[in-house]
């Protein structure tokens, strides 16, 4: 179970995608994962076995009808268990905004604001943007440990496949 906190209940159900489940009061479950992508780096950095894309996905919802109301739960679950996924200090996640419903630019925002209300001097968010030949704006975050021994390497790597970031300290 998650630790206490303002949030739901997460249980950690681990696997190959390092997954985490909650329930919400509005009958929705949701399923947060860490899936090992060590790819989205060059596989020669000693650190590229430590970096997880981070997937949030909705896995059951009674009234699929409905629209999801506002549930400021949940921004206080995802902090819960992303700070459960850092025990290792390590790891390395990347969250690239899923661009399928043209709804990225909302979901970047959104999650700004998460990293903002719990941003401690434990983490460092890190963003990057690539705009295609279509026009289509790719938002890729980074999120790691300030005591990561390869803190600068991860950074500087990170730059190198985005072609550049800003920095929220």
């Known amino acids: ?38 790819y989205l780096f060059d596989e020669k ?3 590229s ?21 506002p549930d400021a739960f949940i921004m206080f679950t995802i902090a819960d ?10 790891r390395i996640i990347v969250y690239i905004c899923d661009t399928s419903d043209a709804r990225h630019l909302a979901r970047s925002h959104k999650f700004g604001l998460w990293f903002e ?13 690539i705009i295609d030949e ?3 704006i790719y938002i890729n975050t980074l999120i790691l440990h300030r005591e990561n021994p390869y803190f600068v390497e991860i950074i500087d790597a990170f730059r190198k496949v985005t072609g550049g970031y800003t920095e929220d300290k």
């Open 49 to 69: 076995t430590e970096v997880y894309e981070m997937v949030i996905a909705i896995t059951e919802r009674k009234n699929s009808d409905d629209k999801i109301p």
């Open 134 to 136: 279509m026009g289509v």
């Open 1 to 38: 179970m998650g630790r206490d906190s303002k949030g739901y209940n997460f249980v950690f159900r681990g696997g190959r995608n390092n997954s985490y489940t909650f329930d919400t009061n509005y009958e929705i479950t949701y399923e947060v994962k860490f899936k090992p992508s060590s």
């Open 45 to 47: 950095e000693e650190f």
């Open 81 to 90: 268990i992303v700070t459960d996924f850092f025990k290792n200090r390590e």
């Open 117 to 129: 209300k719990f941003k401690t001097t434990q983490f460092m968010k890190v963003d990057a943007f």
